[in-house]
């Protein structure tokens, strides 16, 4: 069964899903990220016509991502792009909620069951442990998972 973790670094939502989907903690994650030299980077943001930096954050690719769950016994398929999750039929990691000022989303984990399936969000603001409400959610993309069994 996979356990919803919560990120404990702001922009940590992608570490975990791995944490979830490879059955680790969140500590355990972001040190096999680190070792995999998948570090914080600084991004920069326009601001009044003026670039300044913004803090480092863990602004994880698909690739990233699949590099981690491989290590953990995981088998990721390739990232396709997708615009509603209605579409999803296996379980795996999804990108919602595409920002267009600085080119970020949130990545979830989506469980495909019976019911259609939900989604378990790293979010520590988000109270519920599963989230049905895929319709609110803007998808971008979502990078299929088999993840072995425990």
């Known amino acids: ?10 922009t940590g939502c ?34 009044g016509g003026a670039i300044r930096r913004r803090r480092k954050a863990y ?3 698909a690739n990233e ?11 990721p398929g390739r990232e396709r792009m997708l615009e509603r999750a209605d579409a999803l039929d296996s379980d795996g990691i999804l990108g ?9 989303w949130h990545w979830v ?8 399936g939900y989604v378990l969000d790293p979010n520590p603001r988000v109270r519920s442990e599963r989230r049905t409400d895929l319709r609110r959610m803007r998808c971008r993309s979502f990078l299929p998972v088999a993840v072995r069994v425990e």
């Open 1 to 10: 069964m996979i356990r919803r973790k919560t990120q404990l670094d702001s």
């Open 14 to 47: 992608g570490l975990a899903c791995v944490a979830m989907l490879g059955h680790i903690g969140y500590a355990q994650a972001r040190s096999l990220a680190r070792q995999l030299g998948i570090v914080p980077k600084t991004s920069d943001e326009l601001s």
């Open 59 to 61: 602004y994880t690719s």
């Open 65 to 75: 991502l699949a590099r981690m769950l491989r290590l953990l016994g995981a088998r």
């Open 96 to 104: 919602i909620n595409p920002n267009p000022r600085d080119g970020s």
């Open 109 to 116: 984990v989506y469980i495909h069951d019976a019911d259609g």
